[in-house]
């Protein structure tokens, strides 16, 4: 039912949308004095369309530009003063595990893991809002209105998190959705590995730009294929033109350096599933064989005459072509690799399966039967959580394994930052489990609010970080039941804040008269020790799955990170006595507070202790 607008005709869109129809090139979008994208018309093209000559303007060129590009550059290349916070209550096996689940905005927390995480992971996949009109986007540009405002205008979650209805309006406007997308793609990149690959899954609405989106941040060169998977297997004759059954996932490498298998990103094959037609019915001592014709629809240089044994002589077939040199077949005949057939018909060659590459390569067509599809994903999490319908449309478990399979190894880390229910967390596992592998995984999701009506609410699960933490949670404890597999079950759980730093401690040249209470402390009041471990970690560039512990002496609480690699004490007037013990460990560094040394005298004394008992320690304080 269409709402009246109770208002005169807008001319302009209509004017528009008559000149759409005889010049749909020369559409575009802009935003008008509100911000608002609106579609606009693109006059330099409109004259060229309208003239028989040359127009002249500016100087054209191929490239993917819309309102919001300088934005996501902007937005992609700004720090921020966050951190990560623990939150070992929601966490498994924290002591032990390395596996991470980080609740917040992904841009931010992509930025957050650029020291610790970079070129260390092996395989992104991401599952994005498809701009279709009935999903959320992420918004950046925090500027503007105050955070009262936000909140109360439900623009904004209770954790501070920008969070938008996108409108079923601006789903007809891509701008918006490539604005958010860029700055999250182009940050992700700087974490892959130089043989690092990711798979984006996408829909019709977007695809388009999403591949030149992809293009300008990876290089086209670094395209690998454009896989289409098959998601659904029910006709909707409800539909207008085309029942539509597939999505795509689009793949890039890092750096493809060439289509060489034995260069760039590892490419592996798909464990071979068609074995069963090699047989060995004459018993081969060979082995295991199926026969292969000797001529092909696609030209070989190869032209010449077969005799077989009962004398006919065979010519290519019209229109076919040899696929083996005739030396090649010579050879064969010696080997009796050739099954001859009666009469005048074509022989054919034995393919011995000692001699196939243990593996398939990967077609880019990818059926519900192989990788499962939308209702193989509904049901797995319904079976898991006990609740129908908890979250839309999950990825299969299935589909992820399939990519696993053809990117990663034993322990590599693998990154999901639209994490939604975390099927990739429990692919992962999965894999792990079947292949006796340590493959790790991040997972990062917004903790987007579910909706009070919804069966994920009315099961306890208030946010999408439930149910993908719960998930979790009961696929470890499922596979360890059923396969007693020795893998990693846990997952340590951290939760974008603010910095634990007070803003004195960025700002010092603003502190004005009435902040001097401040000095007391740079440090907000309600941050730990772990807290400031954490954020410690990031700009150190520690992967926050390393091992920790915390330890009294004299009284003083000491933080250790893999052994001695890092050391860290928060604790004011530490003593000497302690220094020395920090010291004896010879950490590669330590990191003490201002308030850690009693006076500028003693913080010259701890100095002066590290160059004689541990002079490689880098010292550094908050």
């Not at 240089?301 to 004398?311: L, Q, R, S, T, W």
């Not at 065979?314 to 696929?323: C, D, I, T």
């Not at 292949?435 to 306890?460: H, W």
Request: glycine residues 6%; charged residues 30%; aromatic residues 10%.
């Amino acid at each position: 039912m269409k709402q009246l607008t109770m208002k005169s005709v807008d001319l302009t869109q209509k004017n528009i949308e008559k000149i759409a129809e005889l010049f749909p090139n020369v559409i575009t979008e802009a935003r008008d004095e509100h911000g608002k994208v609106t579609r606009t018309i693109d006059f330099d093209l409109l004259k060229q369309e309208l003239s028989d000559v040359l127009v002249e303007g500016e100087k054209e060129r191929y490239q993917l530009t819309w309102p919001g590009k300088k934005q996501a550059i902007l937005n992609a290349n700004t720090p921020i003063d966050k951190t990560l916070r623990p939150v070992k209550e929601d966490s498994v096996d924290w002591d032990n595990t390395q596996n991470l689940y980080i609740e917040g905005d992904n841009l931010e927390v992509l930025k957050l893991l650029q020291e610790s995480y970079l070129n260390k992971v092996k395989m992104i996949y991401i599952d994005p809002p498809y701009n279709t009109g009935k999903d959320f986007i992420y918004k950046d540009d925090f500027r503007g209105p105050s955070d009262e405002y936000l909140e109360d205008s439900g623009q904004v979650d209770e954790d501070g998190n920008r969070l938008v209805q996108n409108t079923e309006s601006n789903g007809r406007f891509h701008s918006d959705w490539l604005t958010m997308l860029y700055s999250r793609l182009k940050v992700a990149r700087n974490l892959l590995r130089e043989d690092g690959v990711i798979f984006i899954s996408i829909d019709d609405n977007e695809m388009h730009n999403l591949r030149k989106l992809c293009d300008e941040i990876f290089g086209s060169g670094n395209f690998i294929a454009t896989v289409v998977w098959e998601k659904i297997h029910t006709r909707k004759n409800s539909a207008k033109y085309f029942s539509e059954s597939h999505d795509y996932i689009l793949c890039y490498a890092k750096n493809k350096v060439s289509d060489s298998t034995d260069v760039g990103w590892i490419r592996k094959l798909l464990k071979r599933e068609d074995s069963s037609m090699y047989t060995n019915p004459d018993n081969d001592p060979k082995g295991p064989w199926k026969p292969d014709p000797i001529y092909a629809n696609n030209p070989y240089d190869a032209d010449y005459e077969i005799v077989k044994p009962n004398g006919v002589i065979l010519k290519r077939p019209e229109g076919k072509y040899w696929r083996y040199s005739k030396e090649t077949i010579d050879k064969a005949i010696t080997e009796n690799r050739i099954l001859w057939g009666k009469d005048d018909s074509y022989p054919t060659i034995k393919r011995y399966l000692s001699e196939v590459q243990d593996g398939i390569v990967p077609i880019t067509i990818f059926s519900r039967e192989f990788a499962g599809d939308n209702a193989y994903g509904n049901n797995e999490l319904k079976a898991l959580m006990g609740v129908d319908k908890i979250f839309s449309y999950p990825k299969p478990t299935k589909l992820i394994k399939r990519l696993l399979e053809l990117t990663v190894d034993i322990d590599d880390i693998v990154l999901d930052f639209y994490s939604g229910s975390a099927s990739s967390a429990h692919a992962i596992l999965e894999y792990n489990s079947e292949n006796n592998f340590n493959v790790r995984f991040i997972m990062v999701q917004l903790p987007e609010q579910t909706a009070e009506n919804s069966d994920a609410y009315k099961a306890g699960y208030k946010t999408i970080c439930d149910i993908g933490k719960e998930r979790i949670r009961r696929a470890a404890k499922k596979i360890k039941e059923e396969t007693g597999a020795d893998i990693d079950y846990g997952f340590r759980v951290f939760r974008v804040d603010s910095s634990n730093m007070k803003d004195v401690y960025y700002t010092p040249d603003n502190l004005k008269q009435g902040d001097m209470f401040d000095l007391a402390s740079n440090i907000k009041e309600d941050r730990t020790g772990e807290d400031l471990l954490i954020q410690v970690m990031l700009e150190l560039g520690l992967e926050l799955s390393l091992p920790m512990e915390t330890k009294q002496l004299e009284g003083k609480t000491v933080h250790y990170v893999a052994g001695n690699s890092l050391i860290a004490c928060f604790d004011d007037n530490v003593p000497e006595s302690v220094m020395k013990q920090i010291a004896a460990e010879h950490p590669l560094r330590v990191v003490f507070r201002d308030s850690s040394f009693e006076d500028d005298s003693a913080r010259i004394n701890v100095e002066e202790l590290f160059k004689m008992l541990s002079p490689g320690t880098e010292i550094q304080v908050l």
